[in-house]
């Protein structure tokens, strides 16, 4: 029912920057909250960001001060800016968003298929 298309993953040196976008298709009447999550090989899924609606934002600790994430409601795209990658920072960068199909539907999470980030040393 909603589609998320994520783009912008590819193989970088430390230090440099990365720039993932991530659009919600389908029959959407709202959406929430927007978002990442990584996971690395033999690692847990981890909080990257979040932005509400009304760009209200959040991160994980490691990412703070050099990820930042924002937000076009008119093109439904959530963009994460990644900047001074480190080696850690290699994983699998999944969105996500809680989406409303309509006024009176409940709340519906979905996930995209995810991109791959590699930092080289």
């Known amino acids: 029912q909603v589609q998320l298309l994520e783009s912008g993953g590819g193989l970088v040196q430390a230090g440099e920057s990365l720039r993932l976008s991530c659009t919600a298709a389908?029959?959407?009447?709202?959406?929430?909250?927007m978002g990442w999550f990584r996971q690395a090989p033999g690692k847990q899924r981890e909080l990257v960001a979040t932005?509400?609606?009304?760009?209200?934002?959040d991160y994980g600790d490691s990412m703070k001060g050099r990820f930042t994430i924002s937000r076009d409601n008119g093109k439904n795209t959530v963009y994460l800016q990644m900047n001074s990658l480190k080696p850690e920072d290699t994983a699998v960068y999944y969105c996500?968003?809680?989406?409303?199909?309509?006024?009176?539907?409940?709340?519906?999470?979905?996930w995209g298929q995810g991109t791959q980030v590699t930092v080289s040393s």
């Open positions: 932005i509400s609606s009304g760009g209200s934002t």
């Open positions: 389908g029959r959407i009447f709202r959406i929430n909250s």
């Open positions: 996500y968003s809680n989406v409303k199909l309509s006024a009176w539907s409940r709340e519906i999470a979905s």
